[in-house]
């Protein structure tokens, strides 16, 4: 169906520790976002991805697109506290308009 | 800009009875998703508006509906209520180019 799978679903990390939640879809994706939500807020956009094998960064975090547009993977390297939050892909439906989000990686960050 | 703004954000309804919950866009987006999170299901998509028409629709029953007005504004319904519809419910505007700003969503509580 329309469901993204994420894996881990938790991960502790001690801070300073690099970070890497993958999401896989069974299906090619046209494209990929990711957004992060903080406890208790909403989620924020990250990144899109539409390229094959499309790489993109900014500061500490590095976005990766499979070379068959099937999975996807988000790395941080040298957590902080603030890092802490879900981390979600999404997924563009069939008409690219609509969004179906994976189960999410939650990252806690030990001090 | 103004971010994406949703009233009310708490709500308590009785299992039964209907709802109806309002989402303002960033200007300029002519774009609404709406999305249900829980715990259980993580965040669904409902549907999406595009200049006042449902352009896609999730996997949800007709007691799920909306609608998107001639400013943008959108305001979705959920008649008959039931205690499994207790949830954050998510707005979110986008531009065209895809990415997703999201409101900080209703917390909807049927008892």
């Known amino acids: 169906g329309q469901q993204v799978m994420q894996i881990p679903q938790y991960q502790h990390v001690q801070e300073g520790e690099d970070f890497t939640t993958y999401c896989n879809s069974s299906t090619t994706l046209s494209n990929i976002q990711w957004y992060k939500q903080r406890p208790g807020g909403h989620p924020v956009f990250l990144i899109q991805l539409v390229k094959s094998g499309e790489v993109k960064k900014q500061k500490r975090l590095t976005f990766q697109f499979g070379e068959a547009k099937k999975n996807s993977s988000l790395h941080i390297t040298a957590t902080q506290t603030t890092d802490v939050g879900t981390y979600f892909c999404?997924?563009?439906?069939?008409?690219?308009?609509?969004?179906?989000f994976g189960t999410g990686t939650s990252l806690t960050v030990i001090p | 800009k103004a971010g994406v703004t949703q009233t009310p954000r708490y709500l308590i309804k009785t299992r039964g009875q209907q709802v109806t919950l309002s989402c303002s866009p960033i200007s300029g987006h002519r774009s609404v998703s709406w999305y249900q999170q829980t715990p259980g299901q993580g965040l669904q998509f409902l549907f999406e508006y595009f200049s006042e028409t449902q352009r896609n629709k999730g996997n949800f029953p007709g007691r799920f509906s909306g609608r998107q007005f001639s400013n943008s504004r959108s305001e979705m319904n959920v008649s008959t209520l039931e205690l499994g519809d207790s949830a954050l419910y998510l707005c979110?505007?986008?531009?065209?180019?895809?990415?997703?700003?999201f409101g900080p969503g209703t917390r909807l509580t049927v008892t």
């Open positions: 999404a997924k563009g439906g069939n008409t690219g308009n609509q969004f179906y």
């Open positions: 979110a505007s986008k531009r065209a180019s895809g990415e997703q700003y």
